[in-house]
């Protein structure tokens, strides 16, 4: 199964971050960015597949771009970054690549999960 993932750690509580809206676009020829698809994490701050069934995971270049700022908002706390976006890179023969974001209201980081 070809599969997308990211889960969202809010290194200030040590706990996941739930219900952030999260966007996965992909990067075509022209260098239009299309959206694929959109989703929330759950209560453990994870999206398990962000592609839509049947899809493909095609080489190229990726966008996440995760909603801080609503996800801060609904928690009464003002962060120095509204959206965190991510671009990165499906290679050839790739099935699944998982995408972690470590938040805090003023800093992230993220890496190449498992």
């Not at 809010?10 to 022209?30: F, I």
């Not at 801080?68 to 962060?79: D, E, K, L, M, P």
């Not at 671009?87 to 099935?95: A, K, R």
Request: with cysteine; aromatic share 8%.
């Amino acid at each position: 199964m070809k599969r997308i993932s990211t889960h969202i750690l809010d290194t200030t509580r040590g706990k996941p971050a739930p219900a952030v809206p999260v966007r996965l676009e992909y990067r075509e020829s022209a260098g239009k960015w299309r959206q694929i698809s959109s989703r929330q994490t759950d209560v453990d701050g994870r999206c398990s597949q962000l592609l839509e069934e049947d899809s493909s995971l095609a080489a190229g270049l990726y966008r996440l771009t995760f909603d801080t700022g609503a996800y801060f908002g609904s928690q009464g706390v003002r962060g120095l970054y509204p959206l965190v976006e991510i671009t990165f890179e499906v290679q050839s023969g790739e099935s699944h690549l998982h995408i972690p974001l470590l938040l805090s209201p003023n800093g992230y980081t993220t890496y190449r999960g498992s």
